[in-house]
């Protein structure tokens, strides 16, 4: 049994890798007599991720931008509409807005909660996803893989799109996810498949794996996960043009 959204790759995900560097803060430490310092972040997973769900419901394609559009960069470049837009998503997605600042605890929540306890909410959070793709809603997932609050660890959690599901008839679901570090191949459309799924024991016995979710595309790209739950997203008209 498969169900599917009108969220499509082929016209929601960017063609691009989500392989950003944002820059949070620069100056001299100390101040005027000293050398330059910069503070950065990788990634705007979730700017992506809120853009893609934010052009689904306006009824839009994302801009077809690819690579070769960005001047030697793998993304557009700090300046240009589109990258600015995504990075005000990002910080709406997590920071900026209600709906982010519920996401962005969660994340903090998950990042410490043991490994156990993720997965039986991940179970219910599940229902959710089913039930809203059962609808002809595309959600965002935020993806746990942190398991401390550490800037460095809490970096590795995730955003992305899910769009669709497949259900064994032993009942067993597969997510079918748009991931923005995988960017939509228009001439191998059949790698851009991300499905996420529950890592299975090598043994019925065995213990329960630390990481029981993965996520892995037929390209054989494969991301391990502590847990996912269903974010809170709110609609917001896309600028145009974005380039």
Known sequence: MEERTEFTPARHAFRFPNRFRNVIWSGRLPPWTGRTKTVT????????????????????????????????????????????????????????????????????????????????????ELEKIVASIDDGVPVALGLVTASSVRPGHLGRNHQAVCHGYRKSSSGEVDLLIYDPNHPYDPSSPERSDIVLRRADSETSGAEPPSFPYRSSSTAGRTRYWRGFFLERYRFRTPPAPLR
Request: charged share 15%; aromatic share 8%.
């Open 41 to 124: 972040s990788r990634g705007r997973c979730g700017g992506m991720v809120f853009s893609a769900l934010d052009h689904f419901h306006a009824g839009r394609s994302v801009p077809p931008s690819t690579p070769h559009d960005f001047d030697g960069s793998e993304v557009p470049p700090d300046g240009r509409p589109l990258a600015d837009h995504l990075h005000s998503r990002q910080l709406h997605s997590m920071v900026t807005s209600w709906c982010g600042a519920l996401n962005g605890l969660r994340f903090l929540l998950w990042s410490l909660l043991p490994t156990a306890a993720l997965t039986t909410r991940t179970s219910r």
